[in-house]
């Protein structure tokens, strides 16, 4: 009986030991991954963007066209493009061209599109285009990509 008494003791701390092994190894995965999962967003929130600003701060300068990329994630990117002469590109994806301040000419294939303020043309993914200036000042141009 003695033996069996010791015998449950130690079968019990051993399960004990044994779940609080498992308890520090789960607790030690699940802190560094929610730390990690932090620095992700997910579900609601926004990022704020000043178009106006962006577009005084160009980063890249490519002779006809100025642009910066203000956000590229997985599902998207938005290029902010002062265009002083002409911007020859192919849609890698659906893109939308939208016309901040000026007017341009948009060649997609072989159409003109004229745009102006606040206009916008859909751009099909593998399309070749180019954006002209028309207006006498660079024409402000947001190109929205999705992924």
Known sequence: MAKRK??????IRKLILVGVFV????????IPMGLILSKFRFGAGY???DISKG????????GGY??????????????????KEIL???SIRDSYVIVNRGSVTVGIEDSD??????DMVRIHEGT????????DSPAEVVIISLK
């Open 47 to 49: 990022d704020l963007y």
């Open 66 to 83: 100025e642009y910066s990329v203000i956000e590229d994630n997985s599902k998207s990117s938005v290029r902010l493009i002062k265009v």
């Open 88 to 90: 020859e590109d192919k």
């Open 128 to 135: 070749k285009y180019d954006i002209v200036k028309t207006s």
């Open 6 to 11: 010791k015998l449950k003791k130690r079968t």
């Open 55 to 62: 577009f005084g701060q160009l980063k890249y300068d490519e």
């Open 23 to 30: 308890l520090g190894v789960i607790i030690g995965l699940l």
């Open 113 to 118: 599109q004229e745009l102006g303020s606040s």
